[in-house]
C-alpha cells in the first residue's frame, strides 16, 4: 500500500533553486546571491555579518525603520490572544480600532477596507468605482483611464490600467474598456528641477481628449499616483494633480490615487492627498500601514461613497460581495495599531519633512557624476536617472545597484534609474552615507 508523504518525510537539500523570486533575475541572483538575515533601524545585516544601510525602506514601505519594539510586542501579545478571526459576517474588535484611527488621520474619508497588499487594493478600488457608478444609477461607466508609466501592482486591474510594458506584454488582453494618459516625464523641460517641475500641469488636459473619444458617460474612474514611484520618481507638475480633479469633477468622473508608496510619511504628511491638497474619491494604502512588519492594504473612500452601497442594497442584503480570507487580519491590525503609535510618538511624518531639504540638496549633488542626465526628488523620494548603454536598458543600474550592495548600501532599480526612499528615521549622517556611495559608485560604472 502506498502513502502520501508527509512533511517529515521532505529530506530535499536546503539551497536556492526551489524558490521562484519575484520580479528578480533568478539566474544571476543563485549565481551571487544577495542574502540579508537580519534588520535593525536603518541596516539589514547579511548572513557573514556585513552591514547594509536601507536607502530604499524595504520596498518603499519599512518608514519606520527595521524592528521596532512596540511593533513585534504588539504583533506577538497578539497571536497569543487571537491569532485569526474571519472577516466575514463576523469580525474582531482591532479591525474596528484601527479602520476608526485611520479614517481621523485624514478628513473627508469615513470609511475603509482592508486588504493585504498594494495590488489588492488596487483592485478593490477598482471593483468600488464599478460598483459605485452602478448603484448611483451609472452603470454605463465601465472604463478605467491610467497613465503611462503607472504601476498600480501586479493583479489583473492593476496591470490593466498601470503603464509599464514589461509589467503588461505577456499577459494577453488583460482588462478591457482601458485608456492611458500620457506621462509627465520630460527631461527637455524638467531635467534637474528640485521638487515639482514648474512646466506639465496642461498634460492634465489629455483627460478631455479621452472623455471627448468615449464620451464622460461611460467612464467610471480615474487612477493615478500622486508620485510614480516604481518607475522611476516621476514628480507631478505644479497644478497637474488640481486640473485632473477639476476635470472628474466635471464630468463625474471618480479619481483614484494609489498611494501604496505616498502614504503614511513619504512626503512629509500623512498622504499625498494632504501634501497637495488634491482630494481624491478613493486611495488606496499599503506598505507603510504596519510598517510592513506583517502585509497589509486599506482603500479609503471618501463621504457618500460607503452610504451609496449601504442604500441600495435590500436590508439583511450584503452591499458589496468583496473581500479577502485575511482582510482586517488581528495580527495584521496589531501591527497597524502599533505602527501609528510609532509614527505619533516619534512625529516621523514632520521628522521627514524637516529633512526633505537635506535630502535634496544631497541627491541633486549627484547632477555632476556620470552619466546622469535627471535628479528628482519630493520628500523622502529621490531618484538619479542614468543614460541607458544602447541597445542594454537596465545594464547601467544593475551594475549601480550591485556596486552600492558590496559597499554597504541598499538602493533600487528601475530601468537606468536609482531610486531612493530611506525610512523616515534616517539621519544626516545616512544621508550623506547614501549620497556619498552613490557618488563612489557611478565613477565605476561603466
Not at 541627491?363 to 548603454?389: F, P, Q, T, W, Y
Not at 544593475?398 to 532599480?413: I, W
Amino acid at each position: 500500500m502506498e502513502y502520501a508523504m508527509s512533511i517529515s518525510d521532505v529530506t530535499v537539500p536546503n539551497d536556492l533553486d526551489s524558490l521562484w523570486m519575484p520580479f528578480t533575475d533568478n539566474r544571476s541572483f543563485k549565481k551571487q546571491p544577495r542574502l540579508f538575515s537580519e534588520a535593525d533601524g536603518m541596516y539589514y545585516f547579511t548572513p557573514d555579518g556585513r552591514k547594509v544601510l536601507d536607502g530604499t525602506s524595504g520596498l518603499w514601505c519599512v518608514n519606520a525603520g527595521h524592528r521596532r519594539k512596540p511593533i513585534i510586542e504588539a504583533v506577538s501579545k497578539q497571536v497569543e490572544k487571537l491569532d485569526y478571526a474571519p472577516g466575514f459576517q463576523v469580525g474582531h474588535p482591532l479591525s474596528f480600532e484601527f479602520a476608526s484611527r485611520l479614517t481621523g488621520m485624514v478628513k473627508e474619508y469615513s470609511h475603509v477596507m482592508f486588504t493585504n497588499s498594494g495590488s489588492e487594493s488596487v483592485d478593490t478600488a477598482l471593483k468600488i468605482a464599478l460598483a459605485y457608478q452602478r448603484n448611483i444609477g451609472q452603470g454605463n461607466r465601465t472604463r478605467f483611464v491610467g497613465r503611462e508609466r503607472g504601476y498600480h501592482g501586479v493583479g489583473f486591474g492593476g496591470i490593466s490600467v498601470g503603464g509599464i510594458s514589461p509589467n503588461r506584454k505577456m499577459f494577453g488582453n488583460m482588462l478591457t474598456g482601458i485608456d492611458h494618459l500620457k506621462h509627465t516625464h520630460n527631461l527637455e523641460h524638467n531635467a534637474f528641477v528640485k521638487g515639482q517641475p514648474e512646466w506639465g500641469a496642461h498634460l492634465a488636459d489629455d483627460l478631455e481628449s479621452i472623455v471627448a473619444l468615449h464620451d464622460a458617460s461611460n467612464i467610471a474612474a480615474v487612477i493615478v499616483e500622486p508620485v510614480a514611484g516604481s518607475t522611476g520618481v516621476l514628480i507631478p507638475p505644479q497644478g497637474y494633480l488640481k486640473r485632473l480633479r477639476e476635470i472628474c469633477t466635471k464630468h463625474g468622473i471618480l479619481l483614484i490615487f494609489d498611494e501604496v508608496i505616498t502614504g503614511f510619511g513619504r512626503l512629509g504628511d500623512s498622504f499625498a492627498n494632504e501634501y497637495f491638497g488634491v482630494k481624491p474619491d478613493i486611495f488606496t494604502t499599503a506598505k507603510g500601514i504596519t510598517n510592513a512588519t506583517v502585509p497589509m492594504g486599506a482603500v479609503f473612500v471618501r463621504d457618500g461613497i460607503y452610504d451609496a452601497f449601504m442604500e441600495v442594497a435590500p436590508e439583511g442584503a450584503i452591499e458589496f460581495f468583496h473581500g479577502y480570507t485575511y482582510s482586517g487580519h488581528p495580527l495584521a491590525c496589531a501591527a497597524g495599531l502599533a505602527t501609528l503609535e510609532v509614527y505619533r510618538e516619534e512625529d516621523l511624518f514632520a521628522r521627514a519633512a524637516e529633512l526633505a531639504p537635506y535630502f535634496q540638496e544631497a541627491v541633486h549633488s549627484l547632477a555632476d557624476c556620470k552619466n546622469v542626465i535627471d535628479v528628482r526628488n519630493l520628500g523622502l523620494m529621490g531618484a538619479i536617472e542614468l543614460e541607458s548603454i544602447p541597445n542594454k536598458l537596465t545594464v547601467r543600474a544593475m551594475e549601480a545597484f550591485q556596486k552600492a550592495f558590496e559597499r554597504g548600501l541598499l538602493v533600487r532599480t528601475t530601468g537606468d534609474t536609482i531610486a531612493l526612499s530611506p525610512p523616515l528615521i534616517v539621519e544626516r549622517k545616512h544621508i550623506d552615507f547614501i549620497a556619498e556611495t552613490v557618488r563612489d559608485v557611478l565613477k565605476t560604472v561603466h
